[in-house]
């Protein structure tokens, strides 16, 4: 299993952003929008249960 940090994760974050829309992402991995920005802007880290489920959205597809 890979172990990726929260700055790493933003990063696959944010460049996914650039073909998908935060509202998407939002609402397939039940993250709330305004949780993702202010995570995508490094405003705040996820907390390790919202960590998982990012991280199995962008390393999935």
């Known amino acids: ?3 990726i940090s ?9 460049e996914r952003l650039i073909r998908e829309k935060q509202k998407y992402i939002s609402q397939v991995t ?3 929008s ?4 202010k995570f995508r802007t ?3 880290d ?3 249960h919202l960590f998982v489920k990012l ?4 390393l999935k597809n």
């Open 42 to 44: 490094a405003k705040i």
């Open 46 to 48: 996820l907390y390790p």
């Open 1 to 3: 299993m890979i172990v």
């Open 55 to 58: 991280e199995a959205y962008l």
């Open 34 to 37: 305004s949780i993702l920005s």
């Open 30 to 32: 039940g993250i709330d």
């Open 6 to 14: 929260q700055e790493e994760l933003r990063k696959l974050y944010n």
